[in-house]
């Protein structure tokens, strides 16, 4: 099979893998077409690597601008089709019910872009909310066993002919292989120090989880804090494993894990649900990962670089799974406007 590489994508985090995916099902470019070139690639581990650490669920935490808005319902929208597309459920997305509180209410704009689209939405009662907790809901959510959805993917978009290179590279335009026209620039954290793009706007923010063995929870639950974040989700299909978290810190660039913030997790999560005690708790893995976060939000806009078309897409800080799908889709979009006007 020949192979032309027309359209590269740079990275290979999830933002990365829904650009490849939405280049082949909305664009319907050609998979031979098509290379992503990674430092990482799913299956590896590093804190410069922020996919594989991830929570990994469809929550409500994230900003409420109209983008943002609009690229978490196409997401929890659409992620039914690359489900189905991957293999199924047992590839490492599923749905599970959810609970979500909020120490201060977020909004009606929030709330009422929610009311349009979230399964079994339900709005908690006053009288039911625990203690501090200002509003709350239930919903049917969606759940990731995130280096595990990952790499079927990669294994879904490597069958159809898409081609994987595993390369560091320090300057953008070494991503133009000899045929590519474009280059979709996916690179999270690493927009912040790769050169020719260099935006000094990226910036980590740093989490903990603990991954534990909990096999009876079958359920998320998320309190979201003015300047704490507590979270328990449970991997889809992953043989009990469930993640506690976590912490939101800014611009903190270590992937040391810390004791003492263990202990800090423990203690909330137990708190806001008692039932994980209801077996000893069981500790498979402590983790930390950079949230590949940007001063404005996310970057979805063209450049050119020596005349050729490049595509920015990144920026989604610790909401990948859930709005990375609609970011890939405007992203994709942008090319298909520019093919329209022929200025490719």
């Known amino acids: 099979m020949s192979r032309s590489d027309e359209y590269v994508v740079l990275g290979a985090g999830i933002t990365g893998l829904y650009t490849a995916y939405c280049l082949l099902n909305d664009a319907k470019i050609s998979p031979t077409k098509v ?106 959510t969606w759940d990731f066993f995130c280096p595990f959805y990952l790499a079927n993917i990669k294994k879904y978009l490597e069958a159809a ?43 980590p923010t740093r989490g903990q989880v603990l991954v534990v063995h909990a096999p009876h929870i079958q359920e998320n639950r998320m309190r979201w804090g003015e300047d704490y974040a507590t979270y328990i989700i449970p991997r889809a299909h992953s043989n009990g494993q469930l993640i506690l978290g976590g912490f939101l810190q800014k611009d903190n660039w270590t992937g040391d894990t810390s004791a003492e913030e263990s202990k800090d997790i423990i203690k909330r999560t137990t708190e806001l649900m008692p039932e994980i005690l209801d077996r000893p708790l069981e500790i498979l893995a402590v983790a930390a990962g950079l949230r590949p976060s940007r001063y404005g939000g996310v970057r979805i806009e063209t450049e050119r670089v020596e005349g050729k078309l490049l595509i920015h897409n990144y920026g989604a800080s610790g909401y990948g799974y859930q709005s990375g799908f609609g970011m890939a889709h405007r992203a994709v979009q942008l090319l298909l406007k520019e093919k329209r006007g022929a200025k490719l």
């Open 35 to 140: 290379t992503v070139i990674a430092q990482y690639l799913p299956g590896d581990q590093s804190i410069h690597y922020t996919s594989p650490w991830a929570g990994g669920n469809f929550s409500c935490i994230t900003p409420n601008d109209p983008d943002t808005l609009e690229f978490d319902k196409y997401t929890y929208t659409h992620l039914h089709e690359l489900q189905a597309k991957i293999g199924g459920p047992e590839k490492g997305i599923d749905h599970n019910p959810t609970t979500e509180y909020w120490d201060v209410y977020p909004g009606d704009v929030k709330v009422n872009s929610l009311k349009t689209y979230l399964k079994d939405l339900q709005i908690i009662p006053k009288f039911q909310l625990p203690a501090g907790v200002a509003f709350g809901i239930k919903y049917t």
């Open 161 to 203: 002919g898409v081609t994987f290179i595993k390369q560091k590279l320090t300057h953008i335009s070494q991503a133009y292989l000899p045929r590519t026209k474009v280059v979709f620039n996916c690179t999270g954290i690493g927009a912040f120090s790769l050169s020719g793009v260099k935006d000094s706007n990226v910036y």
